[in-house]
């Protein structure tokens, strides 16, 4: 066997569709000393953390905290949860993500009626709502706010206002969409929600924000089976996470990488959530002007592109690997691939979190300028 020694990563630069970077004030917190998980300190940093992510929500929710597991878990929370076998949920679908939520509701045997638009373009809300119309026995309607295989921004607004108007539970995917761009948990309607903590939010990979408004709970609550999933089951978790003192064993929290959430969300709350909004915003155009000079072009249409995920499209003869393996190699820069029905026709360029600034802006578009001076 080789000789063994601990592992040393380069630092790069993470700009592609997440993991992004993870500030030093973060990975100080990660390395602070282990407490037990019913250590009431501990369980003091669980209420403020759940108050932060109230916060970074616009919510009120008093279910709101994070799953220890990564954001795919948390979407696979919501459906687990809310749905019961042979519960009707309609599922727009306008990426990878939108597809994956299909999956989800298939495999809690839920009948599934999926509004397809094409991939880079956003769900169009007209579509909801005929749909509700001809399926009146609608449960829930479930769509992703930001698609990161894409860079297309859905109207969550909108789309949760229509769903609404049919009394139909709400469940939105904001992994990418937490603290980059405006979402509002309360204002906007929505019954249930997820996210992650290596996209906007700049923490280490691995936890799942979550908040449920008290109509989801009120049906989580009333369910007629059991939900299948016996670690995601939310009547068991809230025993942990729950209101107050009082809390039982029911897995051990990932101790450590909750410290690290709770700086990255005092981070945000430092900066101010609209703050943090803004910047995107601002740093995004800073890349597209750059992108611009290279002669390149932006692959969403300006009304309904994401500012923190920035689909390129790739020029024509361009060797779509090579690009991104200089980049890597003598840049130490990532930047994303294209996915599925974009493979190889796009970059995905992130601007998330504390990796939105314009010195990154900066760095990629001089790196891309000498990796196509080739
Ligand atoms: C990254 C991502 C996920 C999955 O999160 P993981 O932490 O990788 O499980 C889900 N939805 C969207 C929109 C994402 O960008």
């Given at each position: 066997?080789?000789?063994?020694?601990?592992?040393?990563?380069?630092?790069?630069?993470?700009?592609?569709?997440?993991?992004?970077?993870?500030?030093?004030?973060?990975?100080?917190?990660?390395?602070?000393?282990?407490?037990?998980?019913?250590?009431?300190?501990?369980?003091?940093?669980?209420d403020?953390?759940?108050?932060?992510?109230?916060?970074?929500?616009?919510?009120?929710?008093?279910?709101?905290?994070?799953?220890?597991?990564?954001?795919?878990?948390?979407?696979?929370?919501?459906?687990?949860?809310?749905?019961?076998?042979?519960?009707?949920?309609?599922?727009?679908?306008?990426?990878?993500?939108?597809?994956?939520?299909?999956?989800?509701?298939?495999?809690?045997?839920?009948?599934?009626?999926?509004?397809?638009?094409?991939?880079?373009?956003?769900?169009?809300?007209?579509?909801?709502?005929?749909?509700?119309?001809?399926?009146?026995?609608?449960?829930?309607?479930?769509?992703?706010?930001?698609?990161?295989?894409?860079?297309?921004?859905?109207?969550?607004?909108?789309?949760?206002?229509?769903?609404?108007?049919?009394?139909?539970?709400?469940?939105?995917?904001?992994?990418?969409?937490?603290?980059?761009?405006?979402?509002?948990?309360d204002?906007?309607?929505?019954?249930?929600?997820?996210?992650?903590?290596?996209?906007?939010?700049?923490?280490?990979?691995?936890?799942?924000?979550?908040?449920?408004?008290?109509?989801?709970?009120?049906?989580?609550?009333?369910?007629?089976?059991?939900?299948?999933?016996?670690?995601?089951?939310?009547?068991?978790?809230?025993?942990?996470?729950?209101?107050?003192?009082?809390?039982a064993?029911?897995?051990?929290?990932?101790?450590?990488?909750?410290?690290?959430?709770?700086?990255?969300?005092?981070?945000?709350?430092?900066?101010?959530?609209?703050?943090?909004?803004a910047?995107?915003?601002?740093?995004?155009?800073?890349?597209?002007?750059?992108?611009?000079?290279?002669?390149?072009?932006?692959?969403?249409?300006?009304?309904?592109?994401?500012?923190?995920?920035?689909?390129?499209?790739?020029?024509?003869?361009?060797?779509?690997?090579?690009?991104?393996?200089?980049?890597?190699?003598?840049?130490?820069?990532?930047?994303g691939?294209?996915?599925?029905?974009?493979?190889?026709?796009?970059?995905?360029?992130?601007?998330?979190?504390?990796?939105?600034?314009?010195?990154?802006?900066?760095?990629?578009?001089?790196?891309?300028?000498?990796a196509?001076?080739r």
């Amino acid at each position: 066997m080789s000789q063994l020694s601990s592992f040393i990563p380069q630092k790069r630069t993470l700009m592609g569709p997440g993991p992004s970077d993870v500030s030093q004030r973060v990975l100080d917190a990660l390395a602070r000393p282990t407490l037990g998980h019913l250590d009431p300190a501990f369980i003091g940093l669980m209420d403020e953390t759940k108050t932060l992510l109230q916060e970074v929500f616009c919510t009120q929710n008093s279910l709101t905290m994070p799953l220890s597991a990564p954001g795919s878990a948390g979407m696979e929370a919501m459906f687990v949860n809310l749905l019961e076998p042979g519960d009707k949920v309609i599922v727009c679908v306008n990426g990878v993500f939108g597809g994956r939520m299909k999956e989800n509701a298939i495999r809690v045997g839920a009948r599934v009626v999926t509004i397809e638009d094409p991939w880079g373009e956003q769900t169009k809300p007209e579509k909801l709502e005929k749909a509700l119309k001809d399926n009146p026995d609608t449960k829930a309607v479930a769509f992703v706010h930001a698609e990161t295989s894409t860079g297309v921004r859905n109207d969550a607004k909108t789309l949760c206002a229509i769903a609404k108007s049919f009394n139909c539970l709400t469940i939105v995917d904001a992994v990418t969409s937490l603290a980059g761009i405006e979402l509002r948990v309360d204002d906007w309607n929505i019954d249930a929600i997820y996210s992650g903590t290596q996209k906007c939010l700049s923490c280490v990979p691995g936890l799942a924000p979550i908040s449920f408004s008290d109509t989801a709970v009120e049906v989580i609550k009333s369910r007629k089976t059991l939900v299948q999933s016996w670690f995601l089951d939310m009547n068991l978790v809230v025993g942990y996470w729950g209101e107050g003192q009082k809390r039982a064993y029911h897995h051990t929290a990932p101790v450590n990488s909750v410290y690290a959430l709770h700086e990255s969300l005092l981070a945000v709350h430092e900066e101010g959530l609209e703050n943090s909004w803004a910047r995107h915003a601002r740093v995004h155009q800073s890349l597209k002007s750059g992108l611009e000079e290279l002669g390149l072009k932006m692959a969403v249409d300006e009304a309904y592109r994401l500012p923190q995920l920035n689909s390129v499209l790739i020029p024509e003869g361009v060797d779509d690997a090579q690009i991104r393996s200089t980049l890597l190699n003598e840049f130490n820069l990532e930047i994303g691939a294209g996915l599925g029905a974009l493979a190889s026709k796009v970059w995905r360029i992130g601007l998330m979190g504390t990796g939105c600034t314009e010195e990154n802006v900066e760095y990629c578009v001089s790196a891309l300028r000498s990796a196509l001076n080739r």
